[in-house]
């Protein structure tokens, strides 16, 4: 809004915090409805008249109508705004303040030559950025070169080979941003939108993985997990948890995930998931677990804050140092995986004797069970039994959580007598297989 005295103050949600400081890449990847390209409007508008005059440019691979483009996204921000009189909006494009403008163009039809009249920009905003080309890629880049200028994307990922995401995602610049958001990270997600994520959700996990959270999309065939759903539900008080533990920093993340059984049923209830935790700040990080605290913010749920530390929590034993030093800072009860040959390949077999849950809010985990894959073969196309060593930050802390289970006899885990229970699965399940891995071969046994 722009108050009396010509202060513009914008709200901005929470995840683009980051964002909000120079850096000569920005990048926002997520699912529908994550209000990526609100942000970069907002962002877009507040630039032109803080810093007069700015000259910002939104592109797209393919432009055939100012229809297609985020024009009248703009315009609407400008009427919200209360910000019509400082700006000038004309049919092809925006006059902004103190000789400012914004522009609105396709890169296909741009050529070496004609993309010089971008020179001079301030900032060029890539929209559905998973369509642009490495052509238009390779055009922009250098094109965008004055001092402090920026260039912004934002997309919804298809594959992990798009030009965007091997740029921002793969290997991205030192001086690049990039934040995920999908609709959960949106304060103003629409109720009618959400009724059409919670369809997809009830319906088809691959479509709601890919097109609200955001994640690529998938060769089916190859895929590890087919025997879980995600689905709303209430944690019981007094109800046995298993906790599981992986250590990560620059890379890969530190998690913490939580899980209850239930019969066949395996519930996923929290995960926490963050790249970069420092040592001495790891216990403060699994603390919010159930929570979701974040300091120096006050805890809202204080009887549920460090929940973690009063059980068994099974970590990954690479690194001693790291559990020894959570031992004597609040988890005690923190012990090493015990790991060992054919480790793997035993925890997911018998994670996939389950009817797994996974509770909404634990979207890294949604994210991993969709695409944690065997690996396929590259010449010949075929999924072989081989376990891709990725994706898998809540998938081997779920296999630590449940390593003290793995040959415990059905009726210890609560089986109907008679039912075959998931260590014997283990003998005949595996890539392949559908939902109860084995089932199918059991039965052509005979058993
Ligand atoms: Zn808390």
């Not at 190859?222 to 533990?245: D, I």
């Not at 805890?299 to 020894?324: F, K, N, V, Y």
């Not at 885990?413 to 071969?441: A, Q």
Request: a negative charge; one cysteine or more.
């Amino acid at each position: 809004m722009l108050s009396t005295d010509g202060v513009l103050s914008i709200p901005t949600p929470a995840i683009f915090e980051p964002l909000l400081k120079p850096s000569r890449y920005k990048g926002i990847y997520g699912g529908r409805g994550g209000a990526k390209s609100h942000f970069f409007a907002d962002q877009i508008i507040e630039r032109c008249f803080l810093r007069k005059p700015c000259r910002a440019v939104c592109v797209r691979e393919v432009q055939r109508t100012l229809a297609q483009s985020v024009k009248r996204l703009i315009e609407d921000k400008l009427d919200a705004y209360d910000l019509r009189r400082e700006f000038r909006v004309l049919t092809t494009h925006i006059e902004a303040p103190a000789g400012g403008i914004i522009l609105f163009q396709g890169m296909q039809d741009h050529t070496a030559d004609s993309i010089k009249s971008l020179e001079g920009f301030d900032v060029a905003w890539i929209e559905e950025a998973q369509s642009l080309s490495q052509r238009s890629l390779d055009l922009l880049r250098p094109t965008i070169r004055e001092a402090d200028s920026e260039i912004w994307a934002s997309w919804n990922p298809r594959y992990a080979t798009d030009p965007v995401d091997r740029l921002l995602r793969a290997d991205p610049p030192p001086d690049a941003i990039v934040v995920r958001s999908s609709y959960a990270d949106n304060p103003w997600f629409p109720d009618v939108l959400r009724k059409e994520m919670e369809w997809d959700r009830s319906r088809d996990i691959e479509k709601y993985n890919h097109i609200w959270l955001g994640g690529y999309e998938q060769h089916s065939e190859a895929r590890v997990f087919k025997n879980w759903r995600v689905e709303e539900f209430e944690s019981p008080t007094n109800a046995t948890y298993y906790y599981g533990a992986d250590w990560g920093f620059s890379v890969d993340p530190s998690t913490l995930v939580r899980v209850r059984l239930a019969g066949r049923t395996l519930f996923i209830d929290y995960e926490v998931y963050r790249i970069g935790v420092e040592i001495d700040h790891l216990p403060a990080f699994f603390d919010a677990l159930v929570c979701a605290c974040e300091a120096p913010r006050p805890c809202l749920h204080p009887e549920q804050h460090g929940m973690a530390r009063r059980w068994t929590i099974t970590a990954d034993s690479a690194r001693p140092e790291t559990i020894s030093y959570l031992n004597r800072n609040g988890y005690p009860r923190m012990v090493p995986a015990k790991k060992g040959a054919g480790s793997v390949a035993e925890g997911v077999i018998f994670l996939q004797g389950f009817d797994i849950v996974v509770h909404p809010r634990c979207t890294h985990t949604i994210d991993e069970l969709t695409s944690y894959s065997y690996i396929v073969d590259k010449l010949s196309g075929q999924v072989t039994p081989l376990l891709a060593d990725k994706k898998n930050h809540i998938i081997d802390p779920l296999r630590y959580a449940v390593e003290e289970l793995i040959g415990q006899s059905g009726e210890a885990l609560g089986y109907p007598v008679g039912v075959p229970e998931p260590s014997m699965w283990s003998t005949f399940g595996g890539p392949g297989s559908t939902g109860k891995p084995g089932i199918s071969d059991w039965s052509g046994l005979g058993g």
